[in-house]
């Protein structure tokens, strides 16, 4: 199911070039399910077209506070009612002024005084020089303590030609943060550590010995603890993926660089999930050149080491955190899984097929704890990890 499926969102356009980004935020609102009523300044007239944001959302665009549209010609007071959220994007200076101050002389800043307990987010566009000002950001500490998210801003080349902090987030970007509002914030408060992805251990400098892993399950992970309000800390083996919103990602190679990182980590953290495919030997004698191919076809020797067991030392860790653990087996999932949970210490740990998963975009867990398996349905990696979440949540000590 989209993850907006049911919500309707009030999308308000204030005076910028941002403007031109709104077009898109919408459509992707759309893609995700939500219904979108555009609300839009004179400003912003002034930058797209109420036609145009009309002929994308399907609905009527509204400009103008007496609208005879409306029969009771209260569309400050009908827009809202029944809405999930008023969104404001790109959100101008001056709007982020009239917010702060209450100050209702068009028909948006009206609706948002008027919009009762709907929810408000809005992502500031401007110059640097201009979100810097002491004015703007006394109006943004002001919101914020009102209750209102600021989705950024982000810090890049602007329209002006010149760089800093001012560029609004993008489609993209907004649309994770509001999905994330949404999400219950069943571990705020919690500090998060987790790993993912494979790890590397050099043969020669241009050859590896690696598990096979896209990270995925893992920064599925991560997002999903972000959005359920934890502080999240990634410890990542190399991967192609871009790093969750919200994450702090602390990229590593081989297993001794991972397990490094995790022990500085933990002891920190109420929860540690060991998602990492990591590689249970090393090179004893990694060659500092690369290696040639033998007269004879002879192989080169090669000498393993065992890693260190990243989950089991976080578990044997005393006051560390509630440990869950992954078992990617290819037979005999139950047996190995529960056989691993024990010999790890640990209360949860989490089980799949390895040939179902591999390069996978969905998942299918089954859940082992003392109680025994609990299945949950395939579906998307990003889904599973929430419902995951929720389930860990529910079963973490205070």
Known sequence: MPDLSGKRIVLGLTGGIACYKSAELLRRLQDEGATVDVVMTEAATGFITPATMQALSGRPVWTDAWDSR???????????????????????????????????????????????????????????????????????????????TLIGPAEGDQACGETGTGRMMEPDQILRALVAFFQPKVLAGRRVLLTAGPTSEPIDPVRVLTNRSSGRMG??????????????????????????????????????????????????????IAVAAVADWGIANPSDTKLKKKAGGQPPTLRFVQNPDILADVAALSGGPWCVGFAAETDHLHEHAQAKRQRKGIPLIVGNLAQQVMDAEDAELILFDDDGAHPLPPQPKLQAARQLITWIAQRLPD
Not at 123 to 130: L, R, S, T
């Open 70 to 148: 409306m029969d009771n010609r209260m569309a400050h007071i009908n827009l809202t009612r029944g809405a999930d959220a008023v969104l404001i994007v790109p959100a101008s200076t001056d709007f982020l002024a009239k917010l702060a101050h209450g100050l209702a002389d068009d028909l948006l800043a009206t609706l948002c005084v008027a919009r009762g307990a709907v929810p408000l987010l809005a992502a500031p566009a401007m110059n640097h020089e201009m979100w810097t000002h002491p004015a703007t950001q006394r109006n943004a500490a002001q919101l914020r303590a009102d209750g209102v």
């Open 219 to 272: 920064y599925a992970l991560a997002r999903a603890a972000a959005e359920a309000g934890a502080t999240v800390t990634l410890v990542s083996g190399p991967t192609a993926l871009p790093c969750p919103d919200d994450v702090t990602r602390i990229g590593v190679t081989r297993a001794t660089d991972m397990h490094a990182a995790v022990m500085a980590h933990a002891p920190g953290a109420d929860l540690f």
